[in-house]
């Protein structure tokens, strides 16, 4: 089954980590760009950080840059997201995504999500 399934999620308080995770099974993982992405209800879904397919390219978000880092393991089928020094507006729900091929980050495939909350 061609699936994404990610981790992670929870409570942190304001200046804290949690690292996300991303399992792909059902397809190679090396044959696409990743990426993440949040949302708030009521909002759209917005790009967190991309990363290439080979782990060598990486993008970031504003709102991300300095604070989280992308990151993936092929042999493993798994994506990751650390996150440092979390803010309250960190809060969403976080979700990863597949690229449509090692060149593009147009998204074909999501996972369900895994909601982080940032609250002291």
């Known amino acids: 089954q061609v699936q994404l399934v990610e981790s992670g999620g929870g409570l942190a308080q304001p200046g804290g980590s949690l690292t996300l995770s991303c399992v792909a099974s059902g397809f190679t993982l090396r044959e696409h760009t990743m990426s993440w992405y949040r949302q708030v209800p009521g909002n759209e879904r917005e790009l967190v950080a991309g990363?290439?397919?080979?782990?060598?390219?990486?993008n970031y978000a504003d709102s991300a840059k300095g604070r989280f880092t992308v990151s993936r393991d092929n042999a493993k089928n798994t994506l990751y997201l650390q996150m440092n020094s979390l803010k309250p507006e960190d809060t969403a729900r976080y979700y990863c995504g597949r690229g449509r091929s090692k060149a593009s980050y147009a998204i074909d495939l999501w996972g369900q999500g895994t909601q982080v909350t940032v609250s002291s």
């Open positions: 990363i290439g397919s080979l782990g060598g390219d990486t």
